[in-house]
């Protein structure tokens, strides 16, 4: 029996984006899409409920804006088995036939997290599609003895973006294949449902970094995280918060994730993987 794969658009004020997508990924055959909402103050929710009429399309919507992790968490609750992929709203699946493709990618037992392929809008890799392993440079002290020679918290930033565990090395320059990883890509990207309860889906705290956060705590609990290039979107790169606003916010989620998950504990990514016994 085929695993279902379940398709989740996290959106927030990108009304005109969903009338192009939500046609396109209703042509895949997802087991159910749902669009997660945050309180968004465009059209968004009635271009949904066009969809919706489908019996295909269901809204999940908040009242309160969260943030992206909080409202990739409005998921949990509505699916408890098979396969989630989240697919940001301001993408383009160019890929086809994708769900055969997911549940080939998800074939090993183990592998819990699947990353699949960004592009820009020039067609070549986005330059953060995975990350490719967590070796930290440093703890606590070297982090404070920064700050105290610097006297400028914007050098905590800098020096979060040199650990692997925030950024990795350009994939330009890597291997674009399928391969074991630490972190991918929270803007399209597929995690078993049972794990995805069971790690208390994403880190509430931040509105960047949500699949780094998660893959963080996927290795902590034994399973494999994946980059796999079999389905390909395109990301339009739609802004909707403005500038400044998105600058202080990913600043506040470089500085989370380094002292939440990067200097505390080195958990080198795991080899092998399980063959599904059928």
Sequence with gaps: MNE???????????????????????????????????ASTDDSVDVVQKFAKTNRVTLISGL????????????????????VVFLDAD?????????????????????????????????????????VKKTPKSDIQQVRKIIKQHNKPFILQSYANQDPQVLSANPHRLHMDRQEVFWVAEGFFGVRAPLFHKIGGFDKAVRYHEAQTLTHRSHAVGAHVM???????????VEVRGKMRRRIQKLHADVYVYLRYSHRNNMPVTRGTKRRTT
């Design 91 to 131: 993408m383009e699946l160019l890929s086809s036939a994708v769900v055969p493709k997911i549940r080939e990618a998800f074939r090993d037992i183990d592998t819990g997290v699947v990353g699949f392929e960004i592009v820009e809008k020039n067609n070549k890799p986005m330059p953060w599609n995975f990350g």
């Design 64 to 83: 309160k804006n969260k943030g992206a992790g909080s409202n990739r968490n409005r998921i949990i609750g509505n699916i408890k088995a098979g396969i």
């Design 4 to 38: 279902p794969v379940y398709l989740a658009i996290p959106n927030y004020n990108m009304g005109k984006e969903l009338e192009k997508l939500l046609p396109r990924v209703l042509e895949e055959g997802f087991s159910h899409i749902y669009v997660l909402d945050d």
């Design 227 to 237: 980059f796999d290039p079999c389905i390909t979107a395109r990301h339009l790169k």
